[in-house]
């Protein structure tokens, strides 16, 4: 069968494309930035990929009229307070488009919806499922929760604050209920839901066994670390504050905050759990998830993490647009060293960032992020997703990958801190010469002033960074 599966670069979306694959089926992938898609090798004879943007509705036509099912795995949580008419769109678009196809089955990721009042991400949710399903294809919504998984938004904002907090003084919207799933669960059910019969035209609420108040899954996170936590909630933390509060302590961003708290305040328990019945799937316990979570952690075995969507910084750019570094109206800090041994400066440069840091000055790059995330940007709390590979897209704190060949030795960043300009971070290496260049194109006087505001530190970080990545050990 050949499969459309959208967003196939998001969260959901690469863990579910090698499962369809071993399954039999040939995948088109839909990505909007070709330059963001690494599928391993091994996938690729099995697969197709298009480019295409659901807000263009021209796109569209790239999609082949001989398709047989379709996931709709598109989401817009957090770039802005228009996300409600962008998926609206985005959800038509798709709609129209389908009609030019062989389509049988479409399934939907969506969440749970069974309170009287909505928060708006989970209103956006059921109004492009209410559009969805107007197709003269079969439809299923599968209606989700908390989704615990490495690298899932929910379960690095958990562990951000059980790891962090020793006490915490939490909002009151800890104690609403919520049934969390594992991420294995939910591909499962994506899988097997997948031309069922016995799911078409309907909707299921999808969750693990246990109903918690999100305390309740703090002090269990807890508990599974060995770490004893005190939790105090107080009643008087408004929605501002208490999305202030998420965005400073974790790494999310402050866009996904608010759109976190206010649907934390909304209870998602599952109507029934029918769907485990009809599919035989026996969904795994909030613990078990959690263990199972931290075993691909520590096996550094994470396929795809929340970080590296642009969510996570609030910003959305296309790589090849900036993977061109600019030299007009720009400043540059240039620096080049000799080399003795070419593989274990490639070695080191891979592994730059998150737990390892930058080598040299760590505490001026821990000031920086800490600047940033005070002004509203995103720190050095994303960290990177795996600590040996680095791929275009990818968040490596506060930068985004925009292209990485350790066989060239070139890895190319772009800053994703607020600046008054923009800026990248280039390293090459050839045989025998290490080359390392800052550019800043600033915006305006400002940019200006900021840069030789910073260029003293320059001395210091970028020489002692260059230094430290050519030395012979």
């Not at 379709?70 to 389908?98: C, D, I, P, W």
Request: aromatic residues 10%.
């Amino acid at each position: 069968m050949k499969i459309l599966l959208t967003g196939a670069t998001g969260y959901i979306g690469k863990r579910l494309l090698p499962v369809l694959v071993e399954a039999g089926h040939h995948v088109v992938c839909c990505v909007r930035d070709p330059a963001r898609f690494h599928p391993p090798q091994s996938l690729k004879p099995h697969i197709s990929t298009i480019e295409i943007d659901l807000l263009n509705p021209d796109s569209l036509t790239k999609i082949p009229s001989d398709i047989d099912g379709a996931y709709y795995l598109v989401h817009s949580m957090s770039t802005g307070s228009n996300y409600l008419s962008l998926e609206k769109r985005s959800a038509t678009h798709f709609l129209k488009a389908m009609a030019n196809t062989e389509v049988k089955h479409v399934i939907y990721l969506s969440g749970m919806v069974n309170s009287d009042e909505l928060s708006r991400h989970l209103s956006s949710r059921k109004n492009v499922e209410d559009i969805l399903k107007k197709g003269s294809y079969h439809f299923t919504a599968l209606r989700a929760g908390i989704i615990i998984g490495s690298g899932s938004a929910s379960f690095e904002i958990i562990r951000d604050l059980v790891e962090k907090l020793p006490v915490m003084v939490a909002p009151k919207w800890l104690k609403t209920r919520c049934q969390p799933i594992g991420i294995a669960d939910v591909i499962t059910f994506l899988r097997k839901t997948l031309f069922h019969k016995e799911t078409f035209d309907q909707n299921f609420d999808i969750g693990g066994p246990d109903i918690l108040t999100y305390r309740e899954m703090l002090l269990e996170f807890a508990a599974v670390r060995k770490l004893k936590r005190i939790i105090l909630i107080v009643p008087v933390m408004t929605p501002r504050l208490s999305s202030y509060w998420l965005y400073l302590v974790t790494s999310t961003s402050y866009k996904l905050a608010v759109a976190l708290v206010d649907s934390m305040k909304v209870e998602v328990v599952a109507r029934d759990n029918r769907l485990n019945q009809i599919l035989d799937i026996q969904p795994l316990s909030y613990r078990m998830s959690l263990k199972r979570a931290f075993n691909k952690i520590e096996n550094n075995a994470i396929v795809s993490s929340w970080k590296d969507a642009y969510v996570s910084s609030g910003m959305e750019i296309n790589i090849s647009d900036f993977v061109q570094v600019p030299t007009f109206g720009c400043f540059r800090d240039h620096r080049e060293t000799q080399l003795d041994n070419r593989q274990a400066c490639i070695e080191r440069i891979w592994s730059i960032g998150g737990k390892q840091g930058w080598y040299y000055g760590n505490w001026m790059w821990q000031i920086r992020g800490l600047l940033d995330k005070l002004i509203g940007g995103v720190g050095l709390r994303r960290g990177r997703t795996n600590a040996e590979s680095i791929q275009a897209g990818d968040a490596l704190d506060f930068w985004r990958v925009l292209y990485a060949d350790r066989q060239e030795g070139r890895l190319l960043l772009f800053a994703e801190m607020k600046l008054p300009g923009e800026a990248w971070l280039e390293f090459k290496v050839t045989s025998n010469k290490l080359t390392q260049t800052a550019t800043f194109r600033p915006l305006g006087l400002l940019g200006r002033l900021y840069w030789y505001a910073v260029y003293p530190f320059h001395g210091f970080i970028f020489a002692g960074l260059l230094e430290h990545l050519a030395k012979a050990e």
